[in-house]
């Protein structure tokens, strides 16, 4: 577990926070000002590898001359060892992974004893995505122990490779140490006795293979006893063995949970590789010219995949090296930076340049399958470094892999036994997805079907199951999608004399992207989907994906969705429903009072962003059946509104719903109804969250334009003076197609509720159905209302929820709807502060030949009198309710048999809803009498149901096998959000 902390230790925990945070910050000014100076930072580390390497032969002399304790002959030893590891590491690299790993020691702190007060944590782990210098770090830190810069702090160190233990059978913890040293296996008591001055590096912890629940099985402490090797690790990890050692253990983020778990108090520490300084000073280094560099950098920025890739030093290597050589050939590199795929592809074709006879390399066909393969079954098996076992199982012949060393593809490492990998994580999960697109010819199928394989098909790469056990083979499903272009199917042809499978797009759209009905896609989320159908950068794959979307729900948080939302919509004929929610930063917005700089830096985003904008924006030309348009939360700009609306406004269009919620800047509303002018599909419209005195104007002009042919409006949360209000209910005097007016959370002002009133009276306003929640609106309205009640023959839904009315409210609204003209059928009051004497007038309305038949009145303390009255009313013959909503209307147990009563004579009554009501067992007993009778009509009632009593569970089940035709809902929805009756008041 982590750390558990008592007050004093939550302190000191904050701090070690804080101080490593402003480590990080001190670090990240130090990389900005060395690239302000036009060099890389200047590390001591450099100098050191090049003075350990000239040590080697005083070491060899210390070991053949004089004769050292064995503590100086194992450190000698390693020192030789890790030193060796430093020289052999790539020479391009060595600079730059020594500004990750300088950087990040200083977080250590074994390492940096001013970063934290009191003592340090026994655990720290080293986590971030591959290649970002963990593993190099590690073996710095085995290095400076062996110089004595630890030696205060250590007197052993040991380092144990989780891929070499892979392979490790039964021993004890010491055999476990001292494996390759076997001169210090008499002095393994001696140095475990002083547990707290021994470090233990365990590097790559995901690498490790081991059966899920095999680290915390059978925890053992004693270092002396047999044990698999899980559990000698688990049992370190858990502090069960040697709780005072310290460790150290380098991870990706794929393992953190279960280390999380298994590590007792551990310090987490995010190694990052290069930060944007670090690798623009890497560009500027590696382009003669400034120019070219600057470019060559600015085109991978532009591409955020391959940027954050770039936090390792061998992608800006590749990267660097790709497009330098295109620039030298007077090439443009844009497009090769456009995908990740695109790029990495021509760094795989450019490492094998053609013979000057022409024509592919005929010697790198056959050996380009089995590396593909050794890739796949990699990723599948989450390793990232073989061995000669895993070639020789997979067939493949370690001569067959010279020329990709000899590329700089794979790179070989030669403790013990040769090891390959991969320069980096991401070039396997490339070679991975190639193998899935390269034909197989009938000879390579028996030479290679013949060995156990551990790769799933195309199918299990892209399922969500897979993929969330495995994340790695997202990135290879990318990859993939980026590799079924037919430009570079020929690349690959060209280069390597391979055929392409044509078959992998039809899987790819039988698998994740013919939608499963007309909503979603079938094993990947929109915006996965959206990215894969980018990489591919191929049209007529993208066509045949998007052919079938009815339903598209697009957030975009970023430029990069942008880009890949704007070069898949253009291609949706069929859709019919789009959802758009923009944040914020993807547009800025246009303040004139910032500084220069800033303005320049927007007027330059805005030349970008915008015409993609405009791209994503020709969906309305592209779906022509486009019905439902709903933009959310959204931060658009003055110039991306007036493009959407022009596309709006210009296409023959078939919208017939829209709504517009919570949107910046604030003339955006004007916009869009100004767009809608004159629009005869437009049925619904929405508009919500307008601060603005400036929205009602432009909707007048479309409620009083002759072709409008709006049914239903609902405004929410809109700001409007007096006269506006009174020109909105002139329009609703004349215009003959609105009948559905939602003013939810407006606050109308005297003058504004009384015009709108005495638009309800006029016999041409066609209104059937009002809402006026949460209006502020109380009694004090409500005389004016029932008079226009009394004259009004079409409203026949009223909402006047979360208004104080009140029972003299309740009294006024009664008078109006008592009247025979009146064919008021649903009322909606609920939360309307009415108490058991607001019953008595209702009860008696209901006992009238009343047109009321859905009366909700939630949220109201009713009480056991209200609820009397109620049920008075409802044993008459006279009373047309259908639908009665009661809930939280502090209704008792006591209660119940007056409702059991009225239950068992009311014939029209088939919804009930007793919700947030504590009936108990007694008052659930009480309705079951009358529920049982088939001749109750009841069809839905809704409780408070607990699930634990198992008395209440026995009456339910025994009123469901008496009457089946009755549905019982337990209640557990939040009414803040969806009021129980909304369903049956929608518009």
Same mark, same amino acid.
């Given at each position: 577990?982590?750390?558990?902390? #008592?007050? %004093? ?17 001190? *670090? ?45 002959? +194992? ?32 977080? @250590? ?9 009191? &003592?340090? !944590? ?10 970002? %210098? ?8 085995? *290095? ?8 205060? /702090? ?79 690790? #688990? ?10 050692? /310290? ?112 024509? !592919? ?26 061995? %000669? ?41 490339? $070679? ?7 034909? $197989? ?7 290679? %079907? ?23 083979? /997202? ?35 039988? +698998?994740?992207?013919? !939608? ?17 159908? +980018? ?20 957030? $975009? ?73 709903? @933009? ?64 009602? !104007? ?58 709108? +009133?005495?638009? $309800? ?91 009321? /038949? ?15 009255? *109620? ?21 008792? &147990? ?50 408070? @149901? ?5 008395? @209440? ?35």
């Amino acid at each position: 577990m982590e750390q558990g902390l #008592g007050i %004093g230790e939550v302190s000191d925990e904050m701090n070690r926070m804080d101080l490593s945070e402003r480590a990080k910050d001190e *670090l990240r000014e130090t990389a900005l000002k060395s690239l302000q100076e036009n060099k890389p930072p200047s590390l001591e580390l450099a100098q050191v590898q090049e003075e350990d390497v000239t040590n080697l032969q005083e070491t060899k002399e210390d070991l053949e001359g004089e004769k050292p304790d064995k503590q100086d002959k +194992y450190r000698n030893i390693l020192k030789k060892k890790f030193c060796q590891r430093w020289k052999n590491f790539w020479p391009r690299f060595s600079e730059d992974v020594c500004i990750v790993t300088q950087r990040y020691e200083t977080l @250590i702190p074994f390492c940096n004893p001013k970063m934290l007060a009191g &003592p340090f !944590p026994h655990t720290v782990v080293l986590h971030g995505p591959a290649g970002v %210098g963990k593993t190099m770090l590690a073996k710095k830190l085995m *290095l400076d122990w062996t110089q004595d810069n630890l030696a205060e /702090t250590f007197n052993f160190a040991f380092y144990l490779s989780c891929k070499g233990l892979n392979h490790r059978g039964t021993c004890t913890f010491a055999e476990l140490i001292s494996a390759n040293w076997p001169h210090v296996q008499d002095d393994i008591p001696a140095i475990l006795a002083r547990a707290q001055k021994v470090l233990f590096i365990l590097d790559s912890f995901d690498e490790l293979k081991v059966p899920s629940g095999a680290l915390i099985h059978d925890i053992c402490g004693d270092w002396k006893k047999q044990k698999p090797v899980p559990v000698l690790l #688990g049992s370190l990890l858990k502090r069960k063995m040697l709780p005072k050692a /310290t460790l150290l253990i380098t991870t990706r983020p794929g393992a953190l949970r279960e280390l999380r778990l298994l590590t007792e108090q551990p310090l987490f520490i995010e190694i990052e590789g290069f930060l944007e300084e670090d690798r623009k000073a890497y560009f500027l280094k590696h382009f003669e010219e400034e120019s070219q560099a600057l470019r060559a950098f600015d085109l991978m920025k532009n591409n955020a995949a391959l940027f954050q890739l770039g936090s390792a030093p061998s992608v800006c290597w590749m990267v660097c090296t790709c497009l330098r050589q295109q620039m030298e050939r007077r090439q443009d590199p844009a497009a090769t930076c456009r995908t990740t795929t695109a790029l990495f592809l021509h760094f795989l074709c450019s490492r094998f340049p053609p013979p000057h006879s022409g024509g !592919p390399r005929r010697d790198l066909q056959a050996p380009l399958k089995p590396l593909c393969l050794l890739a796949a079954e990699g990723v599948w098996t989450r390793s990232s470094v073989f061995d %000669g076992e895993d070639l020789r199982r997979l067939g493949v012949d370690p001569s067959a892999l010279c020329p990709f060393l000899d590329g700089n593809i794979l790179q070989k490492s030669e403790d013990g036994e040769a090891c390959y990998s991969f320069i980096h994580f991401s070039v396997q999960q490339f $070679l991975a997805a190639m193998f899935y697109v390269l034909e $197989l010819e009938e000879q390579e199928e028996e030479g290679l %079907g013949g060995r156990r394989w551990h790769v799933g098909d195309v199918g299990k790469l892209l399922s969500k199951e897979e993929r969330l056990k495995n994340p790695s083979l /997202t990135h290879v499903g990318y990859f993939l999608f980026g590799l079924c272009n037919e430009r570079r199917a020929m690349e690959l042809e060209t280069t390597f004399g391979c055929l392409v499978s044509t078959e992998i797009k039809r899987e790819l759209l039988k +698998y994740t992207l013919m !939608p499963h009905g007309k909503k979603s896609f079938s094993m990947m989320d929109t915006k996965e989907v959206l990215s894969c159908l +980018y990489e591919s950068q191929e049209e007529q794959l993208v066509k045949d994906a998007m052919a079938h979307v009815k339903e598209m729900s697009l957030h $975009l948080k970023n430029k990069t969705d942008v880009v890949h939302s704007s070069f898949c919509l253009k291609h949706c004929g069929n859709l019919q429903k789009l959802s758009l929610q923009v944040e914020e930063g993807i547009f800025l917005d246009n303040d004139t009072t910032l500084e220069s700089g800033t303005q320049v830096e927007r007027s330059q985003n805005e030349q970008h962003m915008l015409p993609l904008w405009m791209d994503l924006c020709s969906v309305f030309d592209s779906s022509r059946n486009l019905l439902f348009l709903d @933009i959310s939360q959204s931060f658009l700009s003055t110039s991306s509104v007036r493009i959407l609306c022009e596309k709006i406004a210009s296409a023959a269009s078939s919208l017939q719903k829209v709504v517009l919620k919570n949107i910046s800047p604030a003339d955006t509303y004007r916009n869009f109804c100004m767009a809608f002018g004159g629009h005869k599909t437009l049925t619904h419209l929405t508009l919500q969250g307008n601060d603005q005195n400036d929205m009602l !104007p432009p909707l007048c002009e479309v409620l009083r334009n002759p072709k409008c042919n709006l049914k239903y409006l609902r405004l929410v949360s809109c700001s409007a003076t007096t006269q506006q209000w009174a020109d909105l209910s002139c329009c609703l005097k004349t215009n003959q197609s609105l009948t559905c007016l939602n003013l939810t959370a407006n606050e109308f002002l005297d003058e504004g509720a009384k015009l709108l +009133y005495m638009t $309800l009276r006029y016999p041409t306003c066609f209104l059937q159905r009002l809402s006026l929640e949460n209006c502020q609106l109380t009694e004090a309205y409500c005389k004016d209302l029932s008079s226009a009640l009394i004259v009004n023959q079409r409203l026949t839904h009223l909402c006047l929820a979360k208004n104080a009315l009140g029972d003299r409210g309740v009294k006024l609204l009664c008078e109006g709807l008592t009247y025979p003209e009146c064919q008021l059928q649903t009322l909606v009051l609920w939360c309307c502060n009415i108490t058991s004497d607001g019953c008595i007038h209702l009860s008696t309305l209901l006992q009238q030949n009343s047109s009321l /038949t859905h009366l909700d009145l939630g949220l109201n303390h009713i009480g056991i009198i209200g609820l009397k009255f *109620l049920c008075e009313a409802l044993k008459k013959p006279l009373c047309k309710l259908r639908c009665l909503w009661l809930w939280g209307c502090a209704i008792t &147990p006591f209660s119940c048999a007056e409702l059991s009563s009225a239950l068992r004579s009311n014939q029209n009554l088939i919804t009930l809803d007793l919700g947030q009501n504590s009936l108990g067992s007694s008052g659930v007993n009480m309705l079951c009498d009358a529920l049982k009778l088939q001749s109750c009509p009841l069809q839905t009632l809704r409780l408070k @149901i607990d699930e634990s009593d198992a008395q @209440i569970q026995k009456l339910l089940r025994e009123m469901k096998e008496s009457n089946p035709q009755l549905t019982i809902e337990s209640d557990h929805r939040d009414p803040k959000d969806n009021r129980p009756s909304s369903h049956d008041f929608i518009f």
